[in-house]
Structures are given as C-alpha cells and as structure tokens.
C-alpha cells in the first residue's frame, strides 16, 4: 500500500473555469480523509521587456477580490493542444497589442498546491514590436479598460516590495526576470522546455 492513495474521487461542480472534486485519500497511518481539489486548466503569465528595460504592466479588475490589480499580461490555458508559449504570444498580442521576436522559460508557478491542481508557467518576451492595427483584438468584459502602461523593472519589483503588485503571477515573474537580468539572462530556458506539471485537460 503505498501513502496518499486516492481511494475514491467525486466531481462536485463542473464550471466554465474550474471542477471540484472531492477526494477520498489514505493517510499515512491508513485513515481515509476527505480532500477538496480544484482543478483548473492551467495558466501563462508574460515578462514583456522592452529594450529600455521598461516591463509591460497592465491593471485588470478582478471580482473575487473587487480590487483592480497591477498584473501581468496573461491567461488560461483554454485550447487543447496549444503549445504554452504561444497561448502567450496570444494572450499577449490581444492584452497588450504587442508581438515579441524572443520567447524564454523565466519560471513556473504553482499558486496554491494544497488546494489547487494550477500551474503556471511565465515566459520573458523580448524584441518587442506592435500588432497592427488591423489585427489588434477587441476586449470584452473584464478585458474592456486594461490599462496598459510600461515602468522599469526595477521600479516594478519595488511595488512588489511595497505591495503594490499582488498578483502571484506578477511577483514571481518580476523578481524572476530582475534575477535572471541581472545574471545575463543565464537562467533563462528555453520556450519549449519541458513542464511536467502542466494540468491535463
């Protein structure tokens, strides 16, 4: 017998977003205990670096918390197949209006383990260029007023510090791009580089 077996598994709830599932679990000691999971498809995260150094921020509103928040440009991923850093080019180029020549691995995330089946993973984009107006997306939603806007990296990680920027997704790409910056890029990995702890759809 091997510890944390799942004995059984119910679905509870079925959302556009999210599943609950309950899981009948076997501690170590053999006592079977009830786990609440909430599986979720997974998430990309965008570091979009300009060549002054400038990061590419956006504030969205967020119901949950009823706050409007200093984030990344970033999004689920929703489309079976697609290879995570091109959910981020598009979730960049409809967020931010920008296409990006580079694509790197900066770090992946998962945001609350004990709780939650999510794992992000935040790429650094570079050579930055616009997307032409033709092409640019339309937000909907939540997606009407992002409120674009470019600081220094530097500058962004100190709203980290002072609490200014909250979002998890945010606080561990920015600390990842100043680190890897500051290390001439060599942490970076590649775009494709493996990532096992992706959510199966």
Known sequence: ???????????????????LRVDDVRMPGGEVKAREVVQQPGAVGVVA??????????????????????????????VPGEKAYRTAARELAEETGLTAGRWDVLVDVRNSPGLSTEAV????????????????????????????HRVPLDEAVAGVFSGE???ALAVSGLLAAAYARDRDWAPLRPADAPWPARPEH
Not at 51 to 78: K, N, S, T
Not at 121 to 144: I, Q, S, W
């Open 1 to 19: 017998m091997t510890d944390f077996d799942t004995v059984s598994s119910r679905t509870v709830y079925s959302g556009h977003v999210v599943t």
């Open 121 to 148: 993973r935040v790429f650094l984009a570079r050579d930055l260029a616009p997307v032409p107006d033709a092409d640019r997306h339309v937000g909907t939603d939540e997606e009407t007023d992002l409120g674009v």
């Open 165 to 167: 920027v909250q979002n």
């Open 49 to 78: 670096l300009d060549e002054a150094g400038q990061v590419v921020l956006i504030r969205q509103y967020r119901h949950p918390v009823r706050e409007w928040l200093v984030e990344l440009p970033a999004g689920l991923l929703d």
